[in-house]
């Protein structure tokens, strides 16, 4: 038996540069206050916020979200990385999601998940080095109808076998939900204007196709 040693070394958080959130997200967050009880109840909706304006949420913005709540930064941090959902290092551009519950690995995710690896030419929580993609698996994507299924930021696709892997990397509108979603937690436009400004593109070449015209794989239902 041997003890293993945990890194107790606290986080150095930066102080000297300018803040994170910019003014446009700190007015996002703020706009829920009203519907909560207490600031505490907005750090959710805010760490969404967050997420979606930066792409992840760093130390120094889990400070300033603690300010903007008054709250500790611990408790932001005991958040933060409870959740899968929120990155404290830089992601991909689109997160792959691979299942690896009970009934997507009965179905083959084993298979599919090795061929992403493969793929990709990286491992569980890495990222490609032209920053595309990241792949992770989760529990449950609840799609087990419809097993194996693979998440790729918001849009599930089902019953992905090995063979249709290189056909879902190709497709540019493989992350992109073929329906109007809600803006409750989106980034305010300017501040996302950059990273959506090359996906608008994408949306307008994408509405009003049919599937096979998006070079969907085919919904088995
Ligand atoms: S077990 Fe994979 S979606 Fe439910």
Redesign the pocket.
């Given at each position: 038996m041997s003890w293993k040693t945990l890194e107790r070394t606290p986080p150095v958080v930066p102080t000297d540069g300018p803040p994170v959130l910019c003014e446009e997200v700190r007015e996002k967050i703020r706009s829920f206050f009203d519907r909560y009880e207490t600031k505490r109840a907005v750090l959710l909706p805010a760490l969404h916020v967050v997420q979606d304006a930066l792409g992840h949420v760093p130390l120094a913005a889990m400070v300033e979200i603690a300010d903007l709540l008054d709250l500790h930064p611990s408790d932001v941090l005991d958040t933060v990385s409870f959740y899968t959902h929120f990155w404290t290092k830089p992601k991909g551009d689109k997160v792959i999601v691979a299942?690896?519950?009970?009934?997507?690995?009965i179905m083959g995710?084993t298979d599919v998940l090795n061929e992403l690896k493969r793929q990709l030419g990286i491992g569980e929580h890495e990222t490609t080095p032209d920053g595309k993609y990241s792949l992770v698996t989760e529990?449950?994507?609840?799609?087990?109808d419809?097993?194996?299924?693979v998440l790729i930021n918001e849009r599930l696709h089902r019953r992905v076998k090995p063979q249709n892997v290189a056909k879902l990397l190709a497709d540019e509108q493989n992350d992109r939900i073929p329906y109007e979603r809600s803006d409750l937690f989106d980034a305010p436009r300017a501040v996302a204007a950059d990273r959506e400004s090359s996906g608008s593109a994408k949306d307008a070449a994408g509405n009003g196709q049919s599937a096979s015209q998006r070079n969907e794989i085919p919904d088995p239902s």
């Open positions: 299942c690896r519950s009970i009934s997507c690995e995710s529990e449950c994507l609840a799609g087990c419809y097993a194996p299924c």
